[in-house]
């Protein structure tokens, strides 16, 4: 079974300081790897992806990536309150890869409260 | 936009009863996925399927079937519904490129109470 480990929190960050959340696989033939942000009562947004070793930025957005750590990361700069959701750390599982579909394996999310 | 409706915000069954859950997307996705999403347990792959009338097992098929005879409609079944299918269920398409990774868009789910 493919595993993917997240600190469910609550994390609480002060506005304006970085967010950093954290996220370990097991399996490590995993190629890609997502972030996906949801509000509560609210469903899952992909806000990053990531394949290759290292940091891919979007705006206030960091994506970190260690394959040979099974360890990814993301990083929010600037917090807002704005920014308080759920992260959810995905997984593409080749299991599900049938056809060109991309199934996933979530993590089980960790909640994120920025403090004015 | 692309969007993935879903055909009821909340649903409550009794157990026994059979469930039709459904989802249906309006930008041509080859690729629609069924998944449930528990406090403490996350979300969870049930079923998906990469074209009409083909369809792939999940981590938790067990008690749910699913049926696409229509790319646009995905519909997930619960045969005989039980207490422990309550849950938020999330239907989700992805274009479906080979292997290219397509973004999954997620529908505003149904959560179902199953008495």
């Known amino acids: 079974q493919k595993e993917v480990e997240q600190n469910s929190g609550p994390l609480s960050v002060p506005e304006g300081a970085i967010a950093s959340l954290n996220c370990t696989y097991s399996?490590?033939?995993?190629?890609?790897f997502f972030w996906y942000r949801q509000y509560s009562g609210k469903s899952p947004e992909l806000i990053m992806f990531i394949y290759s070793n290292g940091d891919k930025e979007d705006g206030r957005f960091t994506a970190q990536l260690n394959k040979a750590s099974q360890y990814v990361s993301l990083l929010i700069r600037d917090s807002q309150p704005s920014d308080s959701a759920t992260y959810l750390c995905?997984?593409?599982?080749?299991?599900?890869?049938?056809?060109?579909?991309?199934?996933?394996?979530f993590g089980k999310g960790t909640h994120l409260i920025i403090q004015p | 936009d692309v969007k993935v409706t879903q055909s009821s915000r909340y649903l409550v069954k009794r157990t026994g009863e059979k469930v039709f859950l459904e989802c249906v997307q309006d930008m041509d996705h080859e690729n629609m996925f069924w998944y449930r999403q528990d406090p403490g347990l996350g979300l969870r792959l049930i079923y998906f399927s990469y074209d009409v009338k083909m369809k792939e097992k999940g981590d938790i098929p067990e008690g749910y079937s699913v049926s696409r005879e229509k790319k646009e409609r995905f519909s997930l079944i619960l045969e005989s519904a039980s207490t422990n299918q309550t849950s938020m269920y999330l239907c989700?398409?992805?274009?479906?490129?080979?292997?290219?990774?397509?973004?999954?868009?997620f529908g505003p789910g149904t959560r179902l109470t199953v008495l």
């Open positions: 399996d490590r033939g995993s190629q890609s």
């Open positions: 989700a398409s992805s274009l479906g490129q080979g292997d290219s990774y397509n973004e999954q868009f």
């Open positions: 995905a997984v593409k599982n080749l299991m599900y890869s049938g056809g060109g579909a991309d199934g996933l394996t």
